[in-house]
Protein backbone atom coordinates (compact mmCIF):
# COMPACT_ATOMS: atom_id res chain seq x y z
CA UNK A 1 0.00 0.00 0.00
CA UNK A 2 0.90 3.67 -0.04
CA UNK A 3 3.33 4.73 2.51
CA UNK A 4 4.96 8.30 3.54
CA UNK A 5 8.34 8.25 5.51
CA UNK A 6 9.72 11.75 6.61
CA UNK A 7 12.45 12.84 8.83
CA UNK A 8 11.52 12.08 12.64
CA UNK A 9 11.91 15.47 14.65
CA UNK A 10 12.05 17.27 16.82
CA UNK A 11 13.97 19.88 14.38
CA UNK A 12 15.68 23.16 16.10
CA UNK A 13 16.95 25.99 14.11
CA UNK A 14 18.23 29.56 14.65
CA UNK A 15 16.29 32.19 12.99
CA UNK A 16 17.55 32.70 9.29
CA UNK A 17 18.87 29.21 9.12
CA UNK A 18 18.91 26.89 5.99
CA UNK A 19 15.81 24.03 6.39
CA UNK A 20 15.70 20.43 5.00
CA UNK A 21 13.12 18.23 5.93
CA UNK A 22 13.01 14.99 4.12
CA UNK A 23 10.29 12.81 2.30
CA UNK A 24 10.20 9.77 0.55
CA UNK A 25 6.71 7.83 -0.45
CA UNK A 26 5.80 4.61 -1.54
CA UNK A 27 2.70 4.33 -3.82
CA UNK A 28 1.06 3.06 -7.17
CA UNK A 29 0.81 4.90 -10.15
CA UNK A 30 1.55 8.93 -10.08
CA UNK A 31 0.73 10.24 -6.92
CA UNK A 32 0.55 14.00 -6.12
CA UNK A 33 2.29 15.21 -3.80
CA UNK A 34 1.34 17.79 -1.14
CA UNK A 35 3.25 19.40 2.50
CA UNK A 36 0.56 20.32 5.48
CA UNK A 37 1.35 22.53 7.94
CA UNK A 38 -0.37 22.34 11.44
CA UNK A 39 0.27 25.39 13.51
CA UNK A 40 -0.18 24.84 17.68
CA UNK A 41 -3.84 24.81 18.11
CA UNK A 42 -5.02 24.68 14.84
CA UNK A 43 -5.87 22.91 11.87
CA UNK A 44 -3.57 21.58 8.75
CA UNK A 45 -3.47 23.73 5.96
CA UNK A 46 -2.07 23.20 2.76
CA UNK A 47 1.64 24.67 2.23
CA UNK A 48 2.46 23.14 -1.61
CA UNK A 49 1.63 20.60 -4.18
CA UNK A 50 2.62 19.38 -7.02
CA UNK A 51 1.01 16.89 -9.45
CA UNK A 52 3.80 15.25 -11.81
CA UNK A 53 7.08 14.28 -11.86
CA UNK A 54 9.80 17.51 -11.84
CA UNK A 55 6.86 19.65 -11.08
CA UNK A 56 8.04 22.10 -7.91
CA UNK A 57 5.50 23.62 -5.51
CA UNK A 58 6.55 26.46 -3.83
CA UNK A 59 4.82 28.55 -1.24
CA UNK A 60 5.62 31.51 1.68
CA UNK A 61 9.18 30.88 0.61
CA UNK A 62 9.24 27.16 1.16
CA UNK A 63 10.01 24.37 -2.18
CA UNK A 64 9.91 20.83 -2.60
CA UNK A 65 10.67 19.14 -6.15
CA UNK A 66 8.76 16.14 -6.94
CA UNK A 67 11.37 13.59 -8.26
CA UNK A 68 10.14 10.46 -8.99
CA UNK A 69 13.39 8.89 -9.64
CA UNK A 70 14.21 9.29 -5.88
CA UNK A 71 10.54 8.87 -4.79
CA UNK A 72 11.27 12.00 -3.08
CA UNK A 73 9.76 15.06 -2.58
CA UNK A 74 11.99 17.23 0.35
CA UNK A 75 10.66 20.61 2.10
CA UNK A 76 13.20 23.16 1.85
CA UNK A 77 13.50 27.01 2.96
CA UNK A 78 16.11 29.23 2.38
CA UNK A 79 15.88 31.47 5.90
CA UNK A 80 13.40 30.18 8.54
CA UNK A 81 12.02 32.72 10.97
CA UNK A 82 9.95 32.00 14.24
CA UNK A 83 6.71 31.82 12.81
CA UNK A 84 7.36 29.12 10.44
CA UNK A 85 7.88 26.71 14.07
CA UNK A 86 4.77 24.11 13.49
CA UNK A 87 4.76 20.74 12.70
CA UNK A 88 5.07 19.92 8.69
CA UNK A 89 3.41 17.00 6.83
CA UNK A 90 4.71 15.34 3.78
CA UNK A 91 1.21 13.65 2.28
CA UNK A 92 0.27 11.96 -0.67
CA UNK A 93 -3.07 11.05 -3.06
CA UNK A 94 -2.41 8.28 -5.10
CA UNK A 95 -5.62 8.66 -6.84
CA UNK A 96 -7.74 5.51 -5.41
CA UNK A 97 -11.32 5.52 -5.11
CA UNK A 98 -11.58 7.15 -2.36
CA UNK A 99 -9.34 10.37 -1.90
CA UNK A 100 -7.70 9.50 1.25
CA UNK A 101 -4.42 11.05 1.65
CA UNK A 102 -2.00 9.66 2.76
CA UNK A 103 0.46 11.57 5.62
CA UNK A 104 4.12 10.47 7.23
CA UNK A 105 3.94 11.10 11.04
CA UNK A 106 5.10 14.84 11.22
CA UNK A 107 7.72 17.02 11.79
CA UNK A 108 8.24 19.52 14.63
CA UNK A 109 10.19 22.39 13.70
CA UNK A 110 11.53 25.09 16.25
CA UNK A 111 12.81 28.17 15.22
CA UNK A 112 14.67 30.09 17.70
CA UNK A 113 15.60 33.99 17.72
CA UNK B 1 -15.50 32.78 3.83
CA UNK B 2 -14.04 29.18 2.75
CA UNK B 3 -14.09 27.05 5.72
CA UNK B 4 -14.73 23.75 7.07
CA UNK B 5 -16.29 23.79 10.95
CA UNK B 6 -15.77 21.56 13.62
CA UNK B 7 -18.12 21.34 16.31
CA UNK B 8 -16.97 21.13 19.41
CA UNK B 9 -13.27 21.62 19.66
CA UNK B 10 -13.10 19.91 22.58
CA UNK B 11 -14.66 17.24 24.59
CA UNK B 12 -14.29 15.46 27.64
CA UNK B 13 -16.81 12.61 27.99
CA UNK B 14 -16.79 8.90 30.21
CA UNK B 15 -17.24 5.51 28.26
CA UNK B 16 -19.86 4.19 26.98
CA UNK B 17 -21.82 7.79 26.48
CA UNK B 18 -22.55 8.18 22.92
CA UNK B 19 -21.47 11.63 20.99
CA UNK B 20 -21.66 13.15 17.87
CA UNK B 21 -18.77 15.31 16.21
CA UNK B 22 -20.21 17.68 13.57
CA UNK B 23 -18.43 19.09 10.53
CA UNK B 24 -19.90 21.15 8.12
CA UNK B 25 -18.40 22.86 5.22
CA UNK B 26 -19.84 26.00 2.59
CA UNK B 27 -17.76 25.42 -0.20
CA UNK B 28 -20.17 22.78 -1.65
CA UNK B 29 -17.63 19.88 -1.98
CA UNK B 30 -18.68 16.78 -2.71
CA UNK B 31 -16.05 14.93 -0.66
CA UNK B 32 -15.71 14.98 2.84
CA UNK B 33 -13.76 12.51 4.98
CA UNK B 34 -12.68 12.34 8.87
CA UNK B 35 -8.96 11.47 10.11
CA UNK B 36 -7.97 11.11 13.43
CA UNK B 37 -4.41 12.17 14.69
CA UNK B 38 -2.32 10.45 16.89
CA UNK B 39 1.28 10.80 18.12
CA UNK B 40 3.37 9.30 16.25
CA UNK B 41 1.23 7.49 13.82
CA UNK B 42 0.43 10.68 11.71
CA UNK B 43 -3.42 11.20 10.23
CA UNK B 44 -5.46 8.31 9.47
CA UNK B 45 -8.58 7.75 7.51
CA UNK B 46 -11.77 6.67 9.17
CA UNK B 47 -14.49 7.32 7.07
CA UNK B 48 -15.30 9.07 3.57
CA UNK B 49 -18.30 10.34 1.88
CA UNK B 50 -18.19 10.97 -1.79
CA UNK B 51 -21.46 12.73 -2.05
CA UNK B 52 -24.97 12.64 -0.56
CA UNK B 53 -25.81 9.09 0.64
CA UNK B 54 -22.73 7.60 -0.07
CA UNK B 55 -20.17 7.15 2.68
CA UNK B 56 -17.18 4.36 3.12
CA UNK B 57 -14.78 2.81 5.48
CA UNK B 58 -11.68 4.59 5.68
CA UNK B 59 -8.50 2.60 7.57
CA UNK B 60 -9.76 3.03 10.98
CA UNK B 61 -13.33 2.52 11.03
CA UNK B 62 -13.93 0.67 14.19
CA UNK B 63 -15.88 2.78 16.64
CA UNK B 64 -17.21 4.46 14.54
CA UNK B 65 -20.10 5.91 12.54
CA UNK B 66 -21.22 8.42 9.73
CA UNK B 67 -24.03 9.72 7.59
CA UNK B 68 -24.31 12.38 4.69
CA UNK B 69 -27.60 13.31 4.67
CA UNK B 70 -27.04 16.55 2.90
CA UNK B 71 -24.09 17.94 1.14
CA UNK B 72 -22.62 20.34 3.70
CA UNK B 73 -22.51 18.17 6.49
CA UNK B 74 -20.84 15.08 7.82
CA UNK B 75 -21.20 14.09 11.56
CA UNK B 76 -19.00 11.56 12.75
CA UNK B 77 -20.53 9.41 15.23
CA UNK B 78 -19.08 7.24 18.52
CA UNK B 79 -21.99 5.33 19.69
CA UNK B 80 -20.13 3.39 22.64
CA UNK B 81 -16.78 5.28 23.27
CA UNK B 82 -13.50 3.70 24.47
CA UNK B 83 -10.54 5.43 26.10
CA UNK B 84 -8.31 3.91 22.57
CA UNK B 85 -10.44 6.76 20.99
CA UNK B 86 -9.06 9.58 22.62
CA UNK B 87 -7.27 11.38 19.82
CA UNK B 88 -7.42 14.40 17.58
CA UNK B 89 -10.45 14.17 14.97
CA UNK B 90 -10.23 16.20 11.71
CA UNK B 91 -13.08 16.81 9.13
CA UNK B 92 -11.68 17.59 5.60
CA UNK B 93 -13.49 18.25 2.08
CA UNK B 94 -12.70 19.16 -1.43
CA UNK B 95 -13.96 18.66 -4.78
CA UNK B 96 -13.96 15.38 -6.31
CA UNK B 97 -12.62 14.13 -9.28
CA UNK B 98 -8.83 14.37 -9.43
CA UNK B 99 -6.26 12.93 -7.23
CA UNK B 100 -4.65 16.31 -6.87
CA UNK B 101 -7.30 18.06 -5.79
CA UNK B 102 -6.37 20.07 -2.54
CA UNK B 103 -8.25 18.52 0.47
CA UNK B 104 -9.24 21.54 2.99
CA UNK B 105 -9.27 20.66 7.23
CA UNK B 106 -11.32 22.27 10.08
CA UNK B 107 -9.68 22.88 13.11
CA UNK B 108 -9.78 19.94 14.74
CA UNK B 109 -11.42 18.33 18.03
CA UNK B 110 -9.40 17.09 20.48
CA UNK B 111 -11.43 14.39 22.39
CA UNK B 112 -10.87 12.79 25.82
CA UNK B 113 -12.52 9.47 26.92
CA UNK B 114 -12.50 8.45 30.78
Known amino acids: GDSVTQMEGPVTLSEEAFLTINCTYTATGYPSLFWYVQYPGEGLQLLLKATKADDKGSNKGFEATYRKETTSFHLEKGSVQVSDSAVYFC????????????FGKGTLLTVNP | EAQVTQNPRYLITVTGKKLTVTCSQN?????MSWYRQDPGLGLRQIYY???????DKGDVPEGYKVSRKEKRNFPLILESPSPNQTSLYFC?????????????FGAGTRLSVL
Open chain 2, 49 to 55: SMNVEVT
Open chain 2, 92 to 104: ASSLSGVAKNIQY
Open chain 1, 91 to 102: ALNSGGSNYKLT
Open chain 2, 27 to 31: MNHEY
